[in-house]
T-cell receptor, first 111, second 113 residues
Framework: GQQVMQIPQYQHVQEGEDFTTYCNSS?????IQWYKQRPGGHPVFLIQ?????EVKKQKRLTFQFGEAKKNSSLHITATQTTDVGTYFC???????????FGTGTRLLVSP | DTEVTQTPKHLVMGMTNKKSLKCEQH?????MYWYKQKAKKPPELMFV???????INESVPSRFSPECPNSSLLNLHLHALQPEDSALYLC????????????FGPGTRLTVL
């Protein structure tokens, strides 16, 4: 079945440093979504990418969708303590409702 | 209202009990989902309802029985669960469209003794 892996599993940065998480799917995706889950919380939608090579920005966050639509990345510039949480990519290849979540990257930011 | 609500927040049940989890949304979404999330793991899709009909069942054991009584409500009936079923159960909803941003509820933390 479809598998979505993320690296790294965990990253601890100092506030102000940059952070990147990478997402790789075993199958070609029709779209990819990114979610953030704070400790003790639930996933919250960040963005959706649909087009090959698409790049979207939200303030300090930059999202990319690979040309082959099998990988994606999330880059955070100048992290803040409010960025703490687990970042999940989630892709669908067999129907947009059937999301497969990536393994997640847990981000810890020290002040 | 952009909120998905779930009750109860916490549930402890024995292996012979029958219980139900409830989920409600008033965003007019016609797709609703159940996910299971174990600690430090990603959410795993269990069921999808589209227009109140079950459209996806990810080979979930029959001890989990979903129900969608109307477009705003989603239930998950639990019977004869195992300790390994202990997890956070998340409900989500979305529009029926390719822009399928999913809105998640806070979840029910289930412990099976």
């Amino acid at each position: 079945g479809q598998q979505v892996m993320q690296i790294p599993q965990y990253q601890h940065v100092q506030e102000g440093e940059d952070f990147t998480t990478y997402c790789n799917s075993s199958t070609t995706l029709s779209n990819i979504q990114w979610y953030k889950q704070r400790p003790g919380g639930h996933p919250v939608f960040l963005i959706q990418l649909v087009k090959s090579g698409e790049v979207k920005k939200q303030k300090r966050l930059t999202f990319q969708f690979g040309e082959a639509k099998k990988n994606s990345s999330l880059h955070i510039t100048a992290t803040q303590t409010t960025d703490v949480g687990t970042y999940f990519c989630a892709g669908s290849s067999t129907g947009f409702q059937k999301l497969v979540f990536g393994t997640g990257t847990r981000l810890l930011v020290s002040p | 209202d952009t909120e998905v609500t779930q009750t109860p927040k916490h549930l402890v049940m024995g292996m012979t009990n029958k219980k139900s989890l409830k989920c409600e949304q008033h965003m007019g979404h016609r797709a609703m989902y159940w996910y299971k999330q174990k600690a430090k793991k990603p959410p795993e899709l269990m069921f999808v309802y589209s227009y109140e009909k079950l459209s996806i069942n990810e080979s979930v054991p029959s001890r989990f029985s979903p129900e969608c009584p109307n477009s705003s409500l989603l239930n998950l009936h639990l019977h004869a669960l195992q300790p390994e079923d202990s997890a956070l159960y998340l409900c989500a909803s979305s529009q029926i469209s390719r822009n399928g941003e999913q809105f998640f509820g806070p979840g029910t933390r289930l412990t099976v003794l």
